[in-house]
Nanobody, 114 residues
């Protein structure tokens, strides 16, 4: 059994920053790609950023320059640093990790509002 535990969401004002964390627990095998997705109100889930075990990254074009993904392989943890947040970044952010199949976290709410 594998669990992804997310933390770091919350309410932030426009222009602010948040850092999300996601730690994998349980029967961990070699984790391949880890990443973050988000789902805004009334929207489909979309890619935010992914990172492989070698540190190679891929971002949604619209988020490049504001969001940074990183990971600590020793801790089986992936991070998402979000800067210059905008109201349109409001969403539930989901962690994803691929081992023999994709695993998902429960989601953490990020609300950007004044």
């Amino acid at each position: 059994q594998v669990q992804l535990v997310e933390s770091g969401g919350g309410l932030v004002q426009p222009g602010g920053s948040l850092r999300l964390s996601c730690a994998a627990h349980g029967s961990i095998l070699n984790i391949g790609v880890m990443g973050w997705y988000r789902q805004g109100p009334g929207q489909q889930r979309e890619l935010v950023a992914v990172i492989d075990s070698g540190g190679n990254t891929n971002y949604a074009d619209s988020l490049k320059g504001r969001f940074t993904i990183s990971r600590d392989n020793a801790k089986n943890t992936v991070y998402l640093q979000m800067n210059s947040l905008k109201p349109e970044d409001t969403a539930v952010y989901y962690c994803n990790a691929y081992m023999y199949r994709p695993f998902w976290g429960q989601g953490t709410q990020v609300t950007v509002s004044s």
